[in-house]
């Protein structure tokens, strides 16, 4: 039987896994994937490893000294994998659509939320405190709403704002053909959205797309939804927009620096982390814990598509859901 070395296990991906397991032999490991864990992965053919694992060159190099023969990452995004590094030596498959509506319903949900006040509702109604005042929202329908990427999940964004009467336009440096998305430059979205939606990965190209510079064309109190990759905003330069009210709300999934603390408990600790703090306390930001492909459906389709994907590289097939190395283009930045 294959020997599987699993990594930053929760409860719910054992449940998953171990519901769809024929066969494999896996060890569960709760620890996260770096170069200081990874010499455990000798005597195992494969790795499972996630999105806050940190899977660089030296992570690697010793997964390779040990004859590992896949690093399945059981997610889409793929920025903490050093695949330079993997080159002609490890096999890196992902789980490239395992639901664009699970996360695309997760930003709207953080939109609505944020927008409407339901988290702050929430816990004054059960203090039995009634008031309202403060929580004005504002119509969506009219809006115009600027989608960055528009990729599987961007595109299913659209579909699920459709139902709102928001006015879509979008920026993609791969257009996609006939789609009939009303497609304009990085500038243009930035000067005319009133919520800007992040779809798109995490490259060399997208790193900060969300920058001092992009918040000084944005329209004056925007929302910014991030359900993408944290760095693909500055949060520095987002807690000075928040401060001042040049943007208006941040719905935010992920946080740049989020890997030291997502999906861990950490109540009753202090954390070490000012900016992480003074996002989750300030009255204009809405945060989840890395949460948007949280649903049945998407840990189904994780699980089943890691297992198609592992039997496909250890049989000796060609996996399509392979990732390879190619050398960065330059154009996103650029063209804001
Ligand atoms: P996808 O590959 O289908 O689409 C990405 C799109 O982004 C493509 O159309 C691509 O052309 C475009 N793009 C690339 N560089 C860009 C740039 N610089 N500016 C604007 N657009 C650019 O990917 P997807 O399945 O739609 O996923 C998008 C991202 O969502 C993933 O990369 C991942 O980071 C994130 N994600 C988050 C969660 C979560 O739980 N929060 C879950 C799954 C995926």
Same mark, same amino acid.
């Given at each position: 039987?294959?020997?599987?070395?699993?990594?930053?296990?929760?409860?719910?991906? &054992?449940?998953?896994?171990?519901?769809?397991?024929?066969?494999?032999?896996?060890?569960?490991?709760?620890?996260?994937?770096?170069?200081?864990?990874?010499?455990?992965?000798?005597?195992?053919?494969?790795?499972?490893?996630?999105?806050?694992?940190?899977?660089?060159?030296?992570?690697?190099?010793?997964?390779?000294?040990?004859?590992?023969?896949?690093?399945?990452?059981?997610?889409?995004?793929?920025?903490?994998?050093?695949?330079?590094?993997?080159?002609?030596?490890?096999?890196?498959?992902?789980?490239?659509?395992?639901?664009?509506?699970?996360?695309?319903?997760?930003?709207?949900?953080?939109?609505?939320?944020?927008?409407?006040?339901?988290?702050?509702?929430?816990?004054?109604?059960?203090?039995?405190?009634?008031?309202?005042? +403060?929580?004005? +929202?504002?119509?969506?329908?009219? &809006?115009?709403?600027?989608?960055?990427?528009?990729?599987?999940?961007?595109?299913?964004?659209?579909?699920?704002?459709?139902?709102?009467?928001?006015?879509?336009?979008?920026?993609?440096?791969?257009?996609?053909?006939?789609?009939?998305?009303?497609?304009?430059?990085?500038?243009?979205?930035?000067?005319?959205?009133?919520?800007?939606?992040?779809?798109?990965?995490?490259?060399?190209?997208?790193?900060?797309?969300?920058?001092?510079?992009?918040?000084?064309?944005?329209?004056?109190?925007?929302?910014?939804?991030?359900?993408?990759?944290?760095?693909?905003?500055?949060?520095?330069?987002?807690?000075?927009?928040?401060?001042?009210? &040049?943007?208006?709300?941040?719905?935010?999934?992920?946080?740049?620096?989020?890997?030291?603390?997502?999906?861990?408990?950490?109540?009753?600790?202090?954390?070490?982390?000012?900016?992480?703090?003074?996002?989750?306390?300030?009255?204009?930001?809405?945060?989840?814990?890395?949460?948007?492909?949280?649903?049945?459906?998407?840990?189904?389709?994780?699980?089943?598509?890691?297992?198609?994907?592992?039997?496909?590289?250890?049989? +000796?097939?060609?996996?399509?859901?392979?990732?390879?190395?190619?050398?960065?283009?330059?154009?996103?930045?650029?063209?804001?």
């Amino acid at each position: 039987m294959k020997r599987i070395a699993f990594f930053d296990t929760k409860p719910y991906d &054992k449940l998953y896994f171990d519901r769809f397991n024929e066969d494999y032999d896996i060890s569960y490991f709760e620890g996260k994937l770096n170069k200081h864990s990874a010499p455990i992965t000798r005597g195992y053919d494969a790795v499972v490893a996630f999105v806050n694992d940190d899977i660089n060159k030296e992570t690697i190099d010793i997964m390779v000294e040990n004859n590992v023969k896949v690093l399945a990452m059981r997610c889409s995004g793929f920025s903490n994998v050093d695949l330079k590094a993997a080159k002609d030596k490890l096999t890196v498959v992902t789980v490239p659509a395992y639901s664009p509506y699970t996360v695309a319903e997760h930003a709207m949900a953080l939109l609505l939320s944020l927008n409407r006040k339901i988290h702050k509702a929430y816990n004054r109604t059960r203090d039995f405190n009634f008031s309202l005042n +403060g929580m004005t +929202g504002f119509l969506l329908r009219g &809006k115009t709403v600027g989608v960055i990427g528009t990729g599987k999940i961007g595109q299913a964004f659209i579909e699920v704002c459709g139902g709102f009467g928001v006015n879509i336009i979008a920026y993609d440096p791969y257009p996609v053909e006939n789609s009939g998305i009303n497609y304009v430059s990085l500038e243009y979205l930035l000067k005319n959205s009133d919520i800007i939606s992040l779809h798109c990965p995490l490259t060399e190209q997208s790193y900060h797309i969300l920058d001092r510079e992009a918040f000084g064309l944005v329209k004056d109190g925007v929302y910014i939804v991030n359900t993408s990759r944290g760095a693909l905003v500055d949060t520095e330069a987002l807690l000075e927009a928040l401060n001042t009210e &040049k943007v208006g709300g941040a719905a935010l999934d992920v946080y740049e620096e989020e890997s030291d603390f997502f999906f861990e408990d950490f109540s009753g600790i202090v954390i070490n982390d000012d900016m992480l703090s003074l996002l989750i306390s300030h009255p204009h930001v809405l945060m989840t814990a890395h949460q948007a492909f949280l649903t049945d459906d998407a840990l189904i389709t994780i699980a089943k598509t890691t297992y198609d994907n592992l039997s496909d590289v250890l049989s +000796g097939e060609k996996c399509k859901n392979e990732v390879v190395y190619h050398e960065p283009k330059k154009e996103a930045k650029s063209s804001k």
